[in-house]
């Protein structure tokens, strides 16, 4: 498969400045694998005019013309010239010696580009040439993720896994993603599989053993939860999360305090504001556990469980009619939570159109989550870049919220690579 013509390649490949001419004349003269390897030695310390001089003398040799092209594309990219690197590494598909890297290139461009369908093609026609390439495999969990492919992101994950025993990001973002789609006993092995080998006592560390205990909580293991989350500091959230299992386990003094603890560091943490209304309305305090309630609404208005708390306290109280609005509000918002649910569970029967993913962003528009909307908007456009429809979604939500901003790096998600040459010696 080509990236694109070589004749549209050859007059960006002739056209060197002085300043490189120069240089290749003070080059001294090398053989040509010596002169491959200080090209390559160049590009890793971003020593363009020197990577250029080398191509420029590979490019006289026939035999090593594809060899001064990945230079050339290098460099390209190390300037920030995508489009023109992609022309450059096309010029390098045709030798054996260079065409794996040259792939990966073009697909860790595509990708950082979020042309995630290309990027996917081109990754996986590296892991047929080199099925060990383990930045490919990063790399294309990283796009599959970005598509809304869970299970093949789960399955590469796993490969990357296999071959990276020591790195405990593949299982990070595998039982991330279990997690969202509510798998939480798997979710919950693959989160303490992360745990044993994330660097001790590091922030990442406690994120895993958050996020763990949060899946415990959910499988109701309150004893396991609490020994887990007893090791992922003292974060608001984690602070609520520990009141929420105390509260279950009828410790309601220790979840009491717990939840305000949280509080104290973010009075509107909904898990901690749900505790402490529950623990006011057990002392028969529920006007002060009203008023946590609308606070916290405020900021996060489309919490199903705020607004069923709130009608199940303003009915305990006999005020049926101030609870009706609440009770309607939750059952729109549960109906909307069923069919982004019943989406993303098409999407991972049929992972290959751009629709599926229109339809999960118009109802993450609709719950109010702006960034997940604008992700899954963006993974329609990777996915169909030459279709208009997923292009114009994408301009009038960004027209309907321009204070949105977004990486669209999924937490966990492998980085893409930057220009520096693979490991692998051609």
């Not at 209304?277 to 006007?287: G, L, W």
Request: with cysteine; hydrophobic share 45%.
């Amino acid at each position: 498969m080509k990236i694109t013509a070589k004749s549209t390649v050859f007059p960006l490949i002739l056209a060197a400045g002085s300043a490189v001419a120069l240089a290749a004349l003070l080059l001294p003269a090398q053989p040509p694998a010596e002169l491959w390897k200080t090209g390559r030695s160049a590009v890793g310390q971003n020593d363009w005019k020197t990577a250029a001089a080398a191509a420029d003398q590979l490019q006289k040799l026939p035999e090593w013309k594809a060899h001064a092209g990945l230079l050339r594309g290098y460099i390209a990219r190390g300037n920030g010239q995508l489009n023109q690197a992609l022309l450059l590494f096309s010029t390098a598909n045709d030798n054996p010696a260079t065409r794996t890297e040259a792939y990966f290139q073009a697909g860790s461009i595509c990708y950082q580009q979020q042309q995630f369908a290309q990027a996917t093609l081109l990754l996986r026609q590296v892991l047929e040439w080199q099925p060990g390439h383990l930045d490919a495999l990063r790399l294309l969990a990283a796009s599959w993720y970005d598509i809304g492919a869970m299970e093949k992101a789960i399955q590469t994950l796993s490969e990357v896994s296999k071959l990276a025993p020591e790195d405990y990001r593949p299982l990070y973002m595998q039982a991330s993603i279990l997690k969202d789609f509510e798998r939480f006993e798997d979710s919950a092995i693959t989160f303490k599989a992360a745990a044993e080998i994330a660097p001790p006592d590091s922030p990442v560390a406690r994120e895993i053993q958050a996020e763990w205990g949060d899946c415990l909580i959910k499988l109701r293991r309150w004893d396991q939860a609490l020994a887990v989350l007893d090791k992922a500091g003292d974060q608001p959230e984690v602070l609520a999360l520990k009141a929420q299992t105390m509260y279950s386990l009828r410790r309601f003094d220790e979840a009491d305090s717990l939840a305000e603890q949280a509080l104290a560091k973010d009075p509107a943490q909904p898990n901690a504001v749900l505790v402490a209304a529950a623990t006011r309305e057990r002392r028969s305090q529920a006007t002060a556990g009203l008023q946590l309630l609308t606070d916290c609404l405020k900021k996060h208005p489309f919490d199903l469980r705020l607004h069923h708390r709130m009608a199940d306290l303003l009915a305990a109280l006999n005020r049926p009619a101030e609870a009706e609005p609440f009770r309607n509000r939750a059952a729109e918002i549960a109906a909307l939570r069923t069919q982004l649910s019943a989406a993303q569970q098409a999407l991972v029967r049929d992972s290959s159109t751009a629709q599926k993913r229109l339809e999960i962003a118009a109802v993450s528009e609709q719950l109010g989550e702006l960034n997940t909307a604008e992700q899954w908007l963006r993974a329609a456009v990777g996915m169909a870049p030459d279709h208009p429809e997923p292009r114009t979604a994408l301009q009038q939500f960004l027209q309907r919220h321009p204070p949105v901003q977004n990486s669209n790096t999924p937490k966990h998600t492998p980085q893409s690579p930057d220009n520096q040459p693979a490991d692998t010696e051609f």
